[in-house]
């Protein structure tokens, strides 16, 4: 069991684990509890040392009951390091909340492996263009100010001009001159003319 503020309290995972077949949660018990760890983790401290107990205890054929998958780790490639020794020892991951057994196989954690690595990398390679300004950076236009906020004001209020016409030609969305400068033809409502 992995005890963390946001995830199942303790007595939801005991439930859960009593309901997969487990009775015996004394201290000899072969139950293993995480309590939450402390904001900050002291370098060469184990945050999780229940788990890391359960993976040295593992043999070939156990099986591995958690309340649900988030219980195995936090982040993928921890969850993907505990699948890969629960593998190598032999054993499988029942998860009571999906009710479904897993057992990791070897070739499948090498090639999940590869694939993260392949995004990790290919994320690196388009930072690094966006960087040397090879790519065009994502996100919003820049904000209308001084002199192309007064003219964009101007074109608004030309009843000639077209929302779409006037956005197009100060380089903003509708949308943004709409909440700069209310409905078009009209004063924004409760904001006064600055002189």
């Known amino acids: 069991m992995r005890l963390d503020k946001s995830g199942p309290d303790r007595a939801a995972q005991e439930a859960a684990l009593r309901a997969a077949g487990l009775n015996d949660f004394g201290a000899d018990g072969p139950v293993y509890v995480d309590l939450p760890p402390p904001k900050r983790i002291k370098p060469g401290v184990d945050p999780l040392p229940g788990r890391t107990l359960l993976l040295r205890a593992l043999q070939g054929g156990d099986d591995v009951a958690i309340h649900s998958a988030a219980r195995l780790g936090a982040t993928r490639g921890d969850v993907l390091a505990v699948l ?6 032999g054993a499988a991951v029942w998860d009571c909340q999906a009710g479904e057994a897993v057992k990791p196989h070897p070739e499948a954690l090498a090639m999940i492996r590869f694939a993260e690595r392949a995004e990790s990398q290919g994320q690196q390679e388009r930072a690094a263009k966006a960087r040397r300004n090879i790519t065009r950076r994502a996100g919003p236009p820049a904000a209308l ?4 906020l007064a003219a964009a004001k101007v074109a608004w209020g030309d009843p000639e001009k077209a929302a779409r016409q006037v956005a197009e030609e100060c380089g903003a969305s509708v949308r ?20």
């Open 145 to 148: 100010t001084g002199k192309k």
């Open 176 to 195: 943004t001159l709409y909440r700069l400068f209310g409905p078009k033809g009209t004063p924004v409502f409760g904001r006064k003319e600055k002189p």
């Open 84 to 89: 890969g020794a629960i593998g190598e020892a």
